[in-house]
């Protein structure tokens, strides 16, 4: 079992979250422009990365609030987590977000 | 009672305190301080049990949790039952009764045995090619006949009565390994201040030392017992130091999170009631110091699995431990020096030692000393063979030449009833390589060792490939002291190590290296005892293919047994390679995974057993409930009723008669468990029509829509009616099982997607109680008990909301119909709401208001085909597969909107929602069966039964059901096939039976 460190309580429990799955580029703003390989491709493609990458997690059991860990997918180690909006940290070896 | 191996003094046991137990139904006795296996070795039983697979005879191989063979069936009380309990492990108590297991009609006289002498035909993955033929055997004859041979053990009957705990701890070190090495390790933390769990698995700590006696290491100038007891007595105490005996760290997981199992109670002879069975500890140390110790090999030659064949160390811990000869003809195999302690200590005791076999050149200064004590050394010789009728006889033994084959120089024969195989150690890295610790082979120890680990992570001592007790503490010294620099606690000036007199050992032959001894007769030399896997099986796999370590352990099923391979990984591994020509190095060792010895359910489940299981979620209208008789069901978490039978009344006659009583009266439904949603803010219409199919933007105050939730994949996600309560504050309400999903589903949006709108949601279903009144009659009875609102169908329409008071509380009521009928939902404080229904159950008795129930609502809602998310969807259909294309409000974007333009939901066999009318009206389609055109095997499926119901209003069975879009033409005929069921045809057409207008619902 991991330990999540919630920016906003501290280290807790994996029971505690639910895991978002990757952190993707945001929601196109007009689906509607979009041909179906872009849509789809926004939909159901992942970068899933071997090494370090961004999912969302959510502190379900606790505070209730989403936010960005950083967790390498190679040996589960959590590398770090921030608030939704805050920058990226860096030093962890995050590739850009992918197109 | 007769112990003729037990000698007359020694042994850490009471011989003041007789204790008697039962092996077969016979009397067994021993001491305090016995373990199961050391009680039978001294009454000079040797045959314990049969092997898996051949049911070859098998005796007590090792002392520990390593044990293949002794795997007994241990009875502690009425229903305290743990089948394939190691001998070696089971402590004495009073009233305990074992029985050998895996042997008809007795131990001795084993029918199955008759498969040993067929063992030409059973050789690794002999099931991959057989009982294929004749077709129909294998479920009549072959699979009945292999279940009940198969396995070792008897699964218990009744359930565990025995309490367990969990306990949940942080600290600063947890050490694993309770000897030499981690006592010292412990110390040292202790005294700088670290909080400190010590963990061993043993009745007592001491490890390696409590197996070692006069030709162990003297420790400071005496005996290393005395050392030991000093050093217990300054650990006890030392600072915050938790010392716990019988318990195995089970687990360490690469995160650091550890699992420790306690057995408190079963060596006790009247335990406190109060004290749980076992303790399952879930530890969070900030850094894990193994010092787990190692294990020794067995020899690999025919019939090297005969009982009577012990491993050495197994033969010195019986000794010391509880003062037990293993035979008093004794012959030892000394592959490692080790051997030679085992050989002085036991003459000393008394035994005949009759020869000491090295294969080695150059044994170590033991040998000296056992020459000197007039043992006779064979130098260069090896067991090749062993002899007996179940128990051992005699050895064969035969001289090899350097590359480990007979030399021809003669074989002999020595007689002996035990044989003891020193053949060198395996350190026990199975929790480092848990936790990710790397392993690499080391040529000089013929083992893997730990190589580079993470940094909250060190291995000392035996378990890192120290060969003596010096090199051993001054691994856990420095070890320590690296972990505690890590954590930020300053060590205390180290002690001094001890001085230490012990023999350096000369390097070991490990058992693979002698050819002349294992290539004899492959398939009558063992490697995996518990799997009965021989030479000749790892051969096989690897002509077969299977030459990589995962595939041979899987095909051979080498390694899988409950020992997980700790006697024999190794020796497979080795042998592996040789058979494929590739040096060991290159081949890695399989996964090692949790748990190091099996772990009772009782002991993962702790108190989550019956109640505790799982929360039980009741309403506020639970109890009125249950005192009107309703019979409850499972949904998710909540009980809520199926129907409300009158006495002798069956389920199925209940509901027919409430629904019934929803078409022509009126009746109460418990609709508190739906979810419900408060959604305000400044942008809640924004944000609920970006997640919404349906207008919300648009939806006046005082109004309710019905609209459905959409992934972006188009799928249904949940449905249920929007409100608005204000401008900028809605009510939603949803299905019951799909509530919690999608108030996850409305945060994650909000939080992850768009982050900027300034909406709040908030579930409001707690605290509060929902009743809905149905039925022609529904306004005529409200109108009994409301005031302050007017039910009038002008003033309140159809799919609107008001307020007012019923019975004098203060509700929202809410005007809509998962009936068909004309209805109302009360929205009530759930403390009022038992007040409330009876309030209206007095004003309105000459209208016969009807408790319904699931099942009633079922059928009221199926005769008007509303579809029931779960039912009529399943993941992965559509708004437009319902044919409920009305609900997607034209002009803006909600998730989903984009798929469903996609190519996918645009093919003419997407499915389709259909009624689906029996042609026999009494034939009930089977919910999840398939349409297909005829009933014949093989016929392909054009779609499934959704929901089906016996409609008391229209007097038939009806259903819905999902089918392709190009066969569900309406008057189209197809069968419902289900598996042992006659199949029903059936007509497709309109997905609604009742009222298709809706008039009865807008009156």
């Known amino acids: 079992m991991l330990v999540i460190p919630c920016p906003f309580c501290g280290p807790r429990e994996e029971v505690e979250f639910a895991c978002g799955g990757e952190a993707g580029p945001p929601r196109p703003a007009d689906p509607g422009a979009l041909d179906d390989a872009a849509w789809t491709a926004w939909l159901w493609g992942r970068v899933n990365r071997k090494g370090p990458q961004v999912e969302t997690w959510w502190h379900q059991a606790g505070c209730g609030r989403w936010f960005l860990v950083a967790r390498d997918s190679r040996d589960d180690r959590v590398l770090a987590a921030w608030p939704i909006g805050a920058p990226t940290p860096t030093g962890l070896g995050l590739e850009e977000p992918g197109p | 009672m007769r112990q003729p191996f037990r000698l007359a003094t020694g042994g850490r046991i009471d011989r003041s305190r007789p204790i008697e137990v039962r092996l077969d139904g016979e009397r067994l006795q021993g001491f305090p301080g016995d373990t199961l296996a050391s009680a039978i070795l001294a009454r000079g039983i040797r045959l314990v049990g049969r092997s898996f697979k051949r049911h070859r005879p098998r005796g007590i191989l090792t002392a520990g949790p390593?044990?293949?063979?002794?795997?007994?069936?241990?009875?502690?009380?009425?229903?305290?039952?743990?089948?394939?309990?190691?001998?070696?492990?089971?402590?004495?108590?009073?009233?305990?009764?074992?029985?050998?297991?895996?042997?008809?009609?007795?131990?001795?006289?084993?029918?199955?045995?008759?498969?040993?002498?067929?063992?030409?035909?059973?050789?690794?993955?002999?099931?991959?090619?057989?009982?294929?033929?004749?077709?129909?055997?294998?479920?009549?004859?072959?699979?009945?006949?292999?279940?009940?041979?198969?396995?070792?053990?008897?699964?218990?009957?009744?359930?565990?009565?025995?309490?367990?705990?969990?306990?949940?701890?942080?600290?600063?070190?947890?050490?694993?390994?309770?000897?030499?090495?981690?006592?010292?390790?412990?110390?040292?933390?202790?005294?700088?201040?670290?909080?400190?769990?010590?963990?061993?698995?043993?009745?007592?700590?001491?490890?390696?030392?409590?197996?070692?006696?006069?030709?162990?290491?003297?420790?400071?100038?005496?005996?290393?017992?005395?050392?030991?007891?000093?050093?217990?007595?300054?650990?006890?105490?030392?600072?915050?130091?938790?010392?716990?005996?019988?318990?195995?760290?089970?687990?360490?997981?690469?995160?650091?999170?550890?699992?420790?199992?306690?057995?408190?109670?079963?060596?006790?002879?009247?335990?406190?009631?109060?004290?749980?069975?076992?303790?399952?500890?879930?530890?969070?140390?900030?850094?894990?110091?193994?010092?787990?110790?190692?294990?020794?090999?067995?020899?690999?030659?025919?019939?090297?699995?005969?009982?009577?064949?012990?491993?050495?160390?197994?033969a010195r811990a019986f000794l010391w431990g509880q003062a037990v000869l293993v035979g008093r003809d004794v012959v030892v195999a000394a592959f490692d020096d080790s051997g030679y302690a085992a050989a002085l200590e036991l003459a000393a005791a008394g035994a005949r030692v009759h020869a000491i076999v090295d294969p080695r050149d150059t044994p170590g200064p033991l040998a000296a000393a056992a020459e000197a004590a007039g043992l006779r050394l064979l130098a260069g010789w090896a067991p090749v063979g062993s002899e007996g009728g179940p128990g051992l006889r005699a050895v064969r033994l035969a001289p090899l030449d350097r590359t480990g084959r007979p030399d021809g120089r003669g074989e002999r024969t020595v007689p002996c009833d035990a044989l003891l195989v020193a053949g060198g150690w395996t350190p026990a890295v199975q929790l480092w390589a848990q936790a990710g610790g790397g392993l690499a082979w080391d040529a000089a120890a013929a083992a893997f060792l730990p190589s580079r680990g993470p940094s909250w992570l060190r291995i000392a001592g035996a378990a890192a490939g120290a060969r003596t007790l010096a090199e051993a503490l001054a691994q856990a010294d420095r070890a320590t002291a690296e972990l505690l620099d890590g954590l930020g606690i300053v060590p205390p000036p180290s002690d001094t190590l001890p001085a230490i007199e012990e023999p350096v050992p000369a390097p070991s032959t490990p058992p693979w290296a002698l050819p002349g001894t294992w290539r004899r007769d492959p398939k009558a030399t063992f490697v995996d005892f518990q799997n009965d896997v021989t030479v000749a099986d790892l051969e096989l796999a690897v002509r077969e293919g299977f030459a990589a370590p995962e595939h041979a352990k899987r095909w051979t099923t080498a390694g899988m047994a409950t020992d997980q391979g700790k006697t024999s990984a190794p020796s497979t591994l080795a042998l592996l390679a040789e058979a494929a020509g590739r040096p060991t190095e290159a081949l890695a060792p399989t996964t090692m995974r949790p748990p190091w010895t099996p772990v009772s359910f009782g002991a993962l489940a702790g108190v989550h057993r019956g109640d505790l299981f799982r929360p039980i979620r009741t309403t506020p209208l639970h109890a009125w409930a249950a005192a009107r008789g309703a019979v409850f069901e499972d949904v998710g978490h909540w009980k809520r009723p199926t129907a409300f039978p009158r006495p002798g009344e069956s389920l199925e006659a209940a509901a027919a008669r409430e629904a019934r009583a929803v078409r022509e009266g009126v009746g109460l439904f418990d609709a508190s468990t739906l979810g419900a949603f408060d959604v305000q803010g400044p942008d809640a219409a924004t944000f609920l029509d970006r997640i919404w199919t349906i207008d919300v933007a648009g939806l006046p105050v005082g109004r309710c829509r019905y609209g459905l939730v959409l992934k972006d994949d188009g799928t249904v996600l949940d449905d249920g009616v929007v409100c608005r309560l204000a401008p900028n504050r809605f009510l939603l309400s949803t299905t019951t099982g799909g509530a919690a999903r999608l108030y996850a589903w409305l945060e994650r949006w909000a939080q992850t997607e768009w982050p900027n709108l300034r909406v709040w949601t908030t579930p409001v279903a707690e605290g509060r109680a929902v009743i809905a009144v149905q039925g022609p009659?529904?306004?005529?009875?409200?109108?009994?008990?409301?005031?302050?609102?007017?039910?009038?169908?002008?003033?309140?329409?159809?799919?609107?909301?008001?307020?007012?008071?019923?019975?004098?509380?203060?509700?929202?009521?809410?005007?809509?119909?998962?009936?068909?009928?004309?209805?109302?939902?009360?929205?009530?404080?759930?403390?009022?709401?038992?007040?409330?229904?009876?309030?209206?159950?007095?004003?309105?008795?000459?209208?016969?208001?009807?408790?319904?129930?699931?099942?009633?609502?079922?059928?009221?809602?199926?005769?008007?085909?509303?579809?029931?998310?779960?039912?009529?969807?399943?993941?992965?259909?559509?708004?437009?597969?319902?044919?409920?294309?009305?609900?997607?409000?034209?002009?803006?974007?909600?998730?989903?909107?984009?798929?469903?333009?996609?190519?996918?939901?645009?093919r003419p066999d997407r499915p389709r929602l259909v009624g689906l009318l029996p042609l026999d009206p009494t034939a009930l389609p089977a919910v999840g069966g398939q349409l297909v055109e005829r009933a014949e095997p093989g016929a392909p499926s054009l779609g499934r039964v959704s929901s089906a119901g016996r409609s008391p209003t229209l007097g038939r069975t009806i259903a819905l059901g999902l089918v392709r879009g190009d066969r569900a033409r309406p008057g189209e005929r197809l069968t419902v096939f289900a598996a042992d069921r006659p199949p029903v045809e059936v007509e497709l057409g309109a997905p609604c039976f009742l009222d298709p207008e809706g008039t009865r619902l807008r009156g």
């Not at chain 2, 700590?205 to 006696?213: E, I």
């Not at chain 2, 993941?875 to 597969?881: A, F, I, L, S």
Request: net charge positive; hydrophobic share 40%.
């Open chain 2, 66 to 314: 390593e044990e293949p063979n002794a795997l007994l069936r241990v009875e502690r009380g009425p229903g305290r039952v743990d089948p394939n309990a190691r001998a070696t492990l089971v402590e004495l108590v009073p009233g305990l009764s074992a029985a050998t297991q895996n042997a008809w009609p007795s131990l001795r006289h084993d029918l199955a045995g008759l498969f040993d002498r067929a063992a030409a035909f059973l050789p690794a993955g002999f099931y991959y090619k057989t009982f294929f033929r004749p077709a129909g055997a294998w479920e009549r004859l072959f699979e009945p006949a292999i279940r009940r041979l198969a396995g070792l053990g008897r699964a218990p009957e009744s359930a565990d009565p025995d309490r367990y705990l969990h306990r949940h701890v942080h600290c600063d070190l947890l050490v694993v390994g309770g000897g030499p090495a981690g006592l010292w390790a412990a110390r040292l933390a202790a005294r700088a201040g670290a909080r400190v769990i010590l963990a061993d698995e043993r009745p007592a700590p001491g490890g390696g030392l409590l197996d070692t006696g006069t030709a162990g290491p003297r420790i400071g100038g005496g005996p290393a017992s005395a050392w030991l007891e000093r050093l217990l007595g300054e650990l006890d105490g030392a600072g915050e130091l938790v010392r716990l005996s019988r318990t195995t760290v089970q687990a360490l997981h690469p995160s650091g999170h550890a699992l420790l199992l306690e057995r408190v109670a079963d060596h006790l002879q009247e335990p406190d009631p109060r004290l749980p069975r076992e303790r399952l500890w879930q530890v969070r140390p900030r850094a894990v110091l193994l010092t787990t110790g190692r294990i020794e090999r067995p020899l690999l030659f025919p019939d090297n699995d005969r009982p009577g064949i012990l491993s050495a160390g197994a």
């Open chain 2, 777 to 906: 009659k529904a306004r005529l009875l409200l109108r009994r008990a409301a005031s302050g609102v007017d039910l009038s169908a002008k003033a309140f329409p159809h799919m609107a909301w008001r307020e007012g008071k019923i019975g004098g509380v203060p509700a929202r009521i809410l005007r809509v119909s998962f009936t068909g009928e004309p209805g109302f939902e009360l929205h009530l404080p759930a403390s009022r709401a038992e007040e409330v229904i009876d309030t209206l159950l007095r004003l309105g008795p000459d209208l016969e208001p009807t408790p319904y129930g699931l099942e009633a609502m079922h059928l009221l809602r199926l005769e008007k085909g509303y579809i029931l998310v779960g039912h009529e969807t399943d993941g992965t259909v559509t708004p437009r597969d319902l044919g409920l294309e009305r609900l997607l409000a034209p002009g803006k974007d909600f998730l989903g909107k984009r798929s469903l333009d996609l190519p996918e939901h645009r």
